[in-house]
């Protein structure tokens, strides 16, 4: 193949889809034998083309959730709404499901993103009312978001997820199939070290995360911001925003609302709801089905850390992780009785 250059693609679009695309290629390179005889090097023709469109756009050169979820997506008919994905891996309906629902829960995180910022500018003005406002928008978002990931049901079968499609979203980093990493060819001699596409990279999440005052610690805090090197700078930008703003939960305290204690509760006890159903889902697709094939005796699809059957795509340690975001979450819940008075309302 020859070793193309980004020098023709004129826009931020055309630089986006060919990101997707070479991720897409370099993925299937890497695993389409499976994850016990994977590519150990990227060839130069793969390579330098994705280095390159990697470096303008300031992604990593692997692919991330915010490839094939945010920008895998087309109308299919472009006087319509009804959307397909770009680009496919192994799995048949089941991959188009999983990108398509996924985008979907992450549309309906866009009220919800609108809500923080209403959040952040009323909090410069101490404008009470628009605090609350703001933090309903992100409640009746996060209920939306949790109402649309049970669409997953309806659209991926768990064997097919765990058996074909998961392997493909896989990375060199915090994997013992890549334990050195990937070589990119004619961009280093050593091999390089990337966590592969999750969930945890998901923008919307920890913008909530950033405006609750979601505290994060230990190995679950390190793996989240070290997932932000995986989001577009834009994003990243914004969530950084929204951590150097005075802390929410401080302001709440210190203005003893009962209104608006209830507002930030429910907000987190959403969030809470949506974590808790992330559990679920990871416990029917991945781990039953992982716990099955592994009773049949068969080789497991999926990477891992501590296990094949219990790691994430982008290398953390499954369960172990979700669990620690939920509690997390649900730790930054106001004790309204001992910590706001009930008689002052907005």
């Known amino acids: 193949m020859p070793v193309l250059t980004p020098h023709l693609l004129s826009n931020h679009r055309e630089l986006r889809l060919a990101h ?25 023709a793969l390579a330098w083309p994705y ?13 991330s959730y ?6 895998n997506w087309k109308l299919r ?14 799995g048949g309906e089941s991959c188009r499901g999983f990108v398509i629902v996924s985008l979907f829960v992450e549309m309906t995180a866009s009220s919800g993103i609108m809500g923080a910022m209403l959040v952040m500018h009323a909090m410069k003005n101490s404008d009470l009312m628009g605090i609350k406002e703001g933090l309903v928008k992100v409640t009746h978002s996060l209920k939306k978001m949790k109402e649309t990931f049970k669409l997953i049901h309806n659209h991926v079968v768990p064997t097919a997820f765990h058996g074909k499609l998961r392997i493909f979203f896989s990375g060199w980093r915090d994997n013992p199939m890549h334990p050195r990493g990937l070589l990119y060819e004619g961009v280093s001699n050593e091999p390089i070290l990337l966590s592969g596409g999750s969930a945890a990279q998901s923008s919307a999440i920890q913008c909530f ?30 969530i950084e925003t929204l951590s150097a703003l005075p802390p929410l939960r401080d302001f709440i305290f210190s203005c003893s609302s009962s209104d608006l204690c209830q507002a930030y509760n429910a907000c987190v ?26 009773a049949m005796g068969c080789p497991l699809s999926g990477v891992g850390t501590t296990g094949l059957n219990n790691a994430g795509t982008g290398g953390s340690s499954l369960m172990v992780f979700l669990k620690s975001t939920r509690n997390a979450t649900q730790k930054a819940l106001i004790l309204e009785k001992s910590t706001v008075s009930k008689d002052t309302e907005i």
């Open 77 to 90: 008919d472009p006087r319509g709404r009804n959307m397909d994905s770009i680009f496919s891996f192994p």
């Open 66 to 71: 915010a490839d094939s979820v945010l920008a």
């Open 209 to 238: 995360d950033a405006l609750l005052c979601i505290q994060h610690e230990d190995e679950t805090g390190a793996f989240l911001t070290r997932m932000r090197d995986y989001m577009p700078p834009a994003h990243r930008q914004l």
């Open 20 to 44: 997707l695309a070479l991720g897409f290629i370099s993925m299937g390179y890497v695993w389409q034998e499976g994850q016990y005889a994977r590519a150990l090097i990227l060839p130069k």
């Open 269 to 294: 006890s959403a969030l809470v709801d949506v974590r808790n159903y992330h559990l679920n889902i990871v416990t029917k697709y991945i781990i039953v089905p992982g716990y099955k094939a592994q």
């Open 51 to 63: 280095w390159l469109v990697s470096r303008e756009l300031g992604l990593p050169p692997i692919l």
